[in-house]
């Protein structure tokens, strides 16, 4: 059946998912080998072949046939449970669509992510899936792994290095939970690391200035010393030393991220302090990401979260996007997904 006049033409397989209301990870899979997915799915996504008139580029996947299964993901520390999510969930939309997927963390450090890159160039795989450690990167050796690996950056974004990202927007972040915490009580302090690595609490500091300043008010940062990736045993001390000393400019803390908030936490509550939106409680406290304990921290943790399954599904999708256009983009792609409040007892 030809395509109708007024339809309009489909050009690549993402769209061509969407059209006939299949995974696009399944539809990747039936072009691979039809025989692999079950008979109702193969006779749709046949049937909209037919409608849409669509073909895929057979010269990119018979290229990838050629090449191996083996798609690498690469976080920058494992352990986090937020990248232990993002991780989970890239790692079975990849098993899901017939690759082999393999987990690497850098636990970080520059010199064993840049150990990541050479185990997975031994791999060939067709793909990468990269959160990069930031601004403890080689930047020299970053940007030499993506241009020989097709690669997609998440979560970290850094301009210009490899062929697309897919991550959260950390301005959306800073700008509700601000507000948020603003129009409900005394306007929030930032609790930070003096010295962050990740490109991500830069940003978010930089949006918690603005946010403030849009909202008429002064921004009152609390910065911490602490590096590496303890953030739980960093904020604790932090939240104790200025908590002891009276540094606090506000009874409303607003933490750059989830696990610095838990120290918080158990800084307070090892003071006396409660911490909620009754009666009787000393502070409130908020934080950012979503991190997958937070909603059972005491009490449980107001934050602003990813969308994880968003983030997982547009980054395998990009990534299989890649690889069906032989590894190159015309120009670099960049999703940005915007982030949900979550108020809980803590603010």
Known sequence: MNQPIDQPKIRNMEAFAIACGVSRPTVSKYFHDPDSVRQSTRARIETAIEQYDYRPNIFAIDQNRRKTKN??????????????????????????????????????????????????????????????????????ALEHFCYEVPTVLFDRNIAGVGQ?????????????STAYLARTG?????????DPSNPNSIARRRSYKTSMQALGLEPMPVQIDGKGWNLEQIGYDGAMRVIEHGLLPSTTVLCSNDRLAIGFLAAAHQKGLRVGNHA??????????????????????TTVGHDFDALS??????????????????????????AKLVVRESA
């Not at 409680?281 to 979503?290: E, P």
């Open 71 to 140: 798609v690498g993901i690469v976080v920058p520390y494992l352990t986090d449970p937020v990248f232990g999510e993002i991780a989970r969930n890239l790692e079975r939309r990849c098993h899901e669509a017939g690759f082999r997927a393999t987990l690497l963390s850098a636990h970080g450090e520059q010199k064993l992510e840049i150990e990541a890159f050479d185990r997975l160039r031994a791999l060939r795989p067709v793909g990468v899936l990269l959160a990069p450690l930031g601004r403890e990167s080689n930047l020299d």
């Open 164 to 176: 697309a990202f897919v991550g959260s927007d950390n301005d959306s972040f800073v700008r509700q």
């Open 186 to 194: 005394e306007a929030p302090c930032f609790f930070e690391m003096k």
């Open 313 to 338: 599904d547009r980054g395998v999708e990009c990534l299989f996007d890649l690889i069906e256009q032989g590894g190159r983009f015309e120009r670099r792609a960049e999703t940005i997904f915007p």
């Open 280 to 301: 009787g409680c000393a502070l409130r406290l908020a934080g950012h990401d979503n991190h997958p304990f937070s909603r059972f921290t005491c009490p449980p943790l």
